[in-house]
């Protein structure tokens, strides 16, 4: 029999107690240089709090809809069309696009319609605000939203049937088990009885779909009347393919398919002067990979934001940490300087380099660890400042995710490899004899420190440029005319639970009894982003002298000019007087100079089936879109039958507008007892729609001021190194004769020759940078040179009064405590 004996490894005594003397020594060296550890901690730990906080970010942001399982094989479909202005890109569908083409085109395994509406839901009397999204049977096994109970597979199965997410139901009916309840909804004109047949989970925050109910989508509004009609695109349709067809090859199958269906905008494309693609198509059907709709601008769905956003958080984060990371080894060299006796006494009595190293790196490591913990709790601290801030919508608990918890190990073990290995081995490279004769110098031509500096300092300018050039940015969009004036006009969104038209005129009547209010209108389209979130296009086309015209839609209301003043350039406003006047129109400038007309007023439309209208006023252009769009063609009209208005402006005097609103919103209760969404001013709606950048020039301020105070932490260590070099320099100057002020001047041009250099590099790259950002915005101002000049003055300033603080105390300093030794 043979016997297998296994030898288990421990750590020796030895090296136990050597690991812990390191620990030891470590200790009370930190707790010696106590201001000296505080200063290093200070700037890694702020790096790594600001760093993981931007990082989580951009993680987050990366993260969208990434937790379906069939991610790599659900796209969005959208028409691509090769029209006379160049190739333009449609996703919202026909009614008919989704069943034919499950019918008519092999490799779909899913595919689904998805309906978006307001609507009101009624439970036990009470009534409440949602919103409904409108999907076929397949969504849910397509996409993975689980049910807390019933059956993905045949939850959607009857039309009368609807999924609840868990929140919601509570909301309403204050838990979650509602399988089986019934519920009223009116997302039209007339209520409707619902089952709840399953509850679905919350969809995450980082999920490009959302919904509080889903139905069917034979009961999106407007369904029974587009069953069959394939010119009318009002809703996105996500299909998942087979796993053995590619994305390339299903979009070359579907060819044949849209020639069959689309023939009648192939024909106009045709007609209007279009030219094909090299394979003489002029309509594409295209698909959109899931993990892409959040940055595209090509969706529908969601608020997609451009893709280098969260590249910018990450690089931001890197430089933050980098900055912190290369004042660490500046002080670090710094300190070694008085500790060079130490080093030389520990080798003189037989420590070995790797000791040496070992000691130091041990030093790093701890001061790293502790950085790190006191970065986490600065981000726990400030993270919920920082998303209000922002107007993110991350989550703390991203931080425990296992992806991000394996990120951070790795970034913290890299700083750490980094910021105290190449310290601890320039120390432990020291001579033993000059180090213990006190003769040494530490990186008197040291090349990486000044480029560790220069890096950090055009870090510093490039920040700073960015965030004055997008605040300036951001002033000149609220302050550029918007052809409109939006001050002192209140939006009241008008809602679900009540008939539109019925609450404008009961409106108007309570606002003739109030001195504050001046005019009254309504709309369908809210201008900017009101306080229900909603942000709505319509876009109508149709033929006119035999060639297609694209114009937005826009339902107004009598009053609509006056309120906003917007001034009427020919013709007439709309007017009670005249009857005709739901048949007629306004359009702007750019629809006058789009249907070519020398006097358009008195031109008929034909907007097809036998429906005319006439143009009765062209008024002035205006922005009703936002500025990173140009004016567009826009016919304005009043047909209260066909498009209801959705919200309430009234503009009201300027001398006290809290009062005004607190009156209005008060009549506007009296209206709508139920409202559920409160009022806002114009002006605010339209700062809401440059959220984003608002919440990027606060991202660079943040980190601006952030990479010059930790940049100037490393200056003021980088300083103190030189001074301390150059102490015997300083003292035989001034026995010389030097005055102080020549002194000064000598110990900070070199440091004032970096900052230069850091201005020369950064100056023509954040020009480069910045100028691609603006080119986002149709209308913007232009990175001029002052902007340029003012980030390098403040960061010569800020950088040359740090360096002056050593300098002034060096050149004061009594030589003869430097020379005494000499």
């Known amino acids: 029999m043979m016997v297998i004996r296994t030898k288990i490894l421990r750590p020796s005594t030895k090296a136990i107690k050597m690991i812990k003397s390191y620990i030891l020594i470590a200790m009370r060296n930190m707790w010696k240089r106590k201001v000296f550890t505080l200063i290093q901690m ?19 942001e990366f993260s969208f809809d990434d937790f379906h399982k069939n991610k790599d094989k659900i796209y969005q479909v959208y028409r691509q069309q090769y029209s006379p202005r160049g190739i333009e890109n449609d996703s919202p569908m026909p009614v008919p696009f989704a069943p034919s083409a499950k019918a008519e085109l092999s490799g779909i395994k899913y595919i689904s319609r998805f309906g978006n509406s307001g609507g009101l ?19 849910l096994q397509m996409f993975s939203f689980p049910l807390v109970s019933g059956n993905a597979s045949s939850a959607l199965r009857n039309a009368d049937e609807v999924i609840i997410t868990s929140s919601y139901a509570e909301k309403i009916m204050g838990t979650k088990d509602v399988t089986g309840k019934t519920i009223k909804i009116k997302t039209d004109k007339d209520w409707k009885s619902y089952i709840i ?3 679905a989970e919350d969809p995450p925050k980082n999920s490009t779909l959302k919904f509080d109910i889903l139905s069917r989508f034979e009961n999106f509004p407007g369904y029974k009347g587009n069953e069959d009609k394939w010119a009318n695109q009002n809703h996105p349709v996500f299909l998942q393919l087979a796993d053995n067809i590619t994305a390339e090859s299903f979009e070359q199958s579907a060819r044949p398919f849209i020639n069959k269906y689309f023939q009648t905008d192939i024909k106009n494309l045709k007609r209007d002067g279009a030219k094909p693609d090299t394979r003489g198509q002029f309509v594409n059907l295209k698909l959109l990979p899931l993990s892409e709709i959040h940055f595209s601008s090509i969706s529908s769905v969601g608020q997609a934001i451009k893709p280098f956003f969260p590249f910018v958080l990450i690089l931001l984060s890197a430089v933050i940490l980098f900055i912190g990371g290369s004042n660490f080894v500046n002080l670090s060299l710094a300190a070694s300087f008085t500790r060079a006796r130490e080093i030389g006494v520990r080798k003189t009595f037989g420590a070995q380099k790797k000791q040496i190293i070992t000691q130091f790196w041990c030093e790093a490591f701890i001061l790293c660890f502790l950085a790190l913990l006191a970065g986490t709790g600065l981000l726990l601290a400030g993270l919920k400042s920082y998303l209000a801030a922002t107007g993110s919508n991350m989550s703390a608990e991203i931080l425990f995710s296992g992806q991000a918890l394996l990120w951070f190990c790795l970034v913290f073990l890299l700083t750490t490899a ?3 290995g190449y310290p601890s081995l320039v120390m432990a490279r020291f001579n033993t004899l000059r180090t213990l004769q006190g003769k040494l110098n530490v990186g008197s031509k040291n090349g990486l420190r000044n480029t560790l500096t220069i890096v950090q300092f055009i870090i510093a300018i490039i920040l700073i440029i960015s965030t004055l050039t997008i605040s300036k940015q951001l002033s000149f969009i609220r302050n550029m005319p918007l052809g409109f004036n939006k001050a002192e006009v209140i939006s009241i969104p008008i809602g679900n639970d009540i008939d539109p038209e019925s609450a404008l005129q009961q409106m108007r009547n309570k606002m003739a009894a109030i001195p504050a209010a001046v005019s009254v209108t309504g709309t369908d389209i809210n201008l900017g982003r009101g306080l229900d979130g909603s942000v709505t296009n319509s876009v109508m086309g149709f033929d006119y ?18 309120t906003l003043d917007i001034p009427l350039i020919k013709g007439r406003d709309f007017s009670r007087a005249f009857g005709t006047d739901t048949a007629s129109v306004l359009i702007n400038e750019k629809m006058a100079a789009l249907l070519g007309e020398k006097e358009p007023v008195g031109t008929i ?27 567009k063609p826009l016919t304005m009209v009043i047909q209260p039958g066909e498009w209801p208005v959705s919200y309430i402006f009234v503009r009201v005097k300027g001398d006290n507008l809290v009062k005004s609103m607190q009156l209005i919103e008060k009549a506007w209760k009296e209206v709508n007892p139920r409202s559920q969404t409160g009022a806002s001013f114009l002006d605010e709606n339209t700062d809401r729609e440059y959220k984003k950048e608002e919440g990027m020039s606060k991202i660079f301020s943040a980190g601006a001021g952030l990479a010059i105070f930790i940049s100037c932490m490393g200056l003021f260590a980088s300083a103190l190194l030189a001074m301390n070099q150059r102490v ?10 030097a005055s102080v002020a020549n002194i000064i001047v000598m110990l900070s041009k070199d440091f004032a020759r970096l900052v230069l250099i850091a201005f020369v590099i950064a100056a023509p790259l954040t020009w480069f940078i910045m100028h691609k950002w603006l080119e986002d915005f149709v209308y913007h101002i232009n990175v001029s040179g002052w902007i340029i000049l003012a980030g390098g003055l403040i960061v010569f300033s800020v950088a040359l009064l740090t360096v002056s603080f050593h300098s002034v105390k060096a050149a004061l300093a009594n030589p003869v405590k430097s020379l005494r030794s000499e």
């Open 42 to 60: 200070l700037g890694l730990s702020i790096s790594f709090g600001a760093a993981l906080i931007l990082f989580l970010t951009a993680m987050f």
């Open 728 to 737: 015997k320099e300083i003292g035989i100057r001034k026995v010389l004769g």
């Open 605 to 631: 439309l034909p907007l097809g089936d036998g429906h005319n209208v006439k143009v009765i006023g062209v008024v002035k252009d205006f922005h009703f879109k936002n500025l990173h769009q140009e004016i």
């Open 197 to 199: 047949s399953g509850v």
């Open 545 to 562: 002298k035999n060639r297609e015209v694209k114009t937005n839609w826009l339902r107004i209301d009598y009053d609509y000019l006056k």
């Open 418 to 420: 980094l910021a105290g």
């Open 121 to 139: 839901l009624m439970y036990n009397d009470k009534f409440f605000d949602l919103s409904v999204k409108y999907a076929d049977p397949s969504f």
